[in-house]
């Protein structure tokens, strides 16, 4: 919070990694504009237990069950983010894009005296293999976000899962209130529009025989403020350093989706609904002016 100014605009990604290994199954929570850079460094780095790329040994097995408050599901990457993590701070407060990732496995000394080298060292990573490939994993992403000739953030997908969390508040309401939330739906799609712009116009850049400076300085700093765009300055209600419209957790480390519609309709308070509803579709117009 101390170098917020300092951060903006500068940081492509905060890339986080709280505990890396209690077992072989990878998982990754992170912003839907990582997905891809995400998926190709993970096709890039081999597992060791299968010798396959971590990407296809992620397809093969389900993700075991953790303690820990990182990603679930069997998706390469989770796109529905909570807390409980140091990238709190960076995506909740700053605006910055985030990634959270670990192998994990059956882990029942999570903070207990067992917790220590020798349980590591003996069951959750013996031979510390799995380290050594988080150690790659981690290296290409951060090579790759720092080095391309345009910052890899894409936001096709991000637009997708806004219009899937629009659809999934929406539908746990009663018909009277969702009417309230029919501005989202035309602001979701304007933002669809201006991530396929953004995208068109990045396959373009990098499609030409030579990468014009100019144009790829200029995508880069749309790219890295769009995420910025969905911070609201007034926070949300009844909490105000939340300021992302679209993830905060709830007051355990779970996810919440578009937290401020979601925490104004469960409370039956239309006229802070309706208020929620405009100010995230400010949000996204935001993100979309940003990406054109």
Request: hydrophobic share 45%; with cysteine; glycine share 8%.
């Amino acid at each position: 919070e101390q170098h917020a100014s300092e951060l903006a605009g500068h940081v492509v990604a905060y890339l986080n990694v709280d505990n890396s290994v209690s077992g072989r199954s990878f998982g990754a929570s992170a912003v839907p504009s990582l997905n891809r850079v995400v998926a190709e460094a993970a096709d890039a780095v081999i597992d060791p237990d299968s010798g396959r790329s971590i990407a296809a040994a992620c397809q093969r097995s389900k993700r075991e069950a953790s303690a820990l408050p990182g990603a679930t599901g069997g998706d390469l990457v989770n796109n529905r983010l909570g807390s409980g993590s140091d990238y709190t701070v960076f995506l909740n407060f700053l605006g910055v894009p985030v990634l959270d990732m670990s192998f994990s496995g059956p882990y029942g000394v999570y903070h207990s005296i067992y917790d220590n080298h020798l349980w590591v060292s003996k069951f959750g990573d013996p031979g510390f293999r799995y380290h050594a490939v988080m150690t790659r994993l981690w290296g290409v992403l951060a090579l790759r976000l720092a080095n391309a000739d345009i910052v890899p953030l894409d936001y096709q997908p991000y637009a997708d899962r806004t219009r899937e969390f629009i659809s999934e508040v929406t539908n746990r309401l009663s018909p009277r209130d969702r009417e309230v939330l029919a501005p989202l739906t035309p602001a979701a799609s304007r933002f669809s529009d201006a991530a396929r712009t953004m995208a068109a116009r990045v396959d373009a850049a990098l499609a030409a025989r030579a990468v014009d400076s100019a144009g790829a300085e200029a995508m880069d700093r749309a790219l890295i403020a769009a995420e910025g765009g969905l911070i609201d300055r007034d926070g949300i209600p009844g909490r105000p350093w939340y300021r992302h419209l679209i993830y905060a957790p709830r007051p355990t480390y779970a996810p919440e989706v578009l937290p401020g519609v979601a925490e104004a309709a469960a409370a039956g308070d239309r006229a802070r609904l309706a208020d929620q509803v405009r100010r995230l579709a400010a949000a996204l117009d935001r993100a979309a002016h940003t990406l054109r």
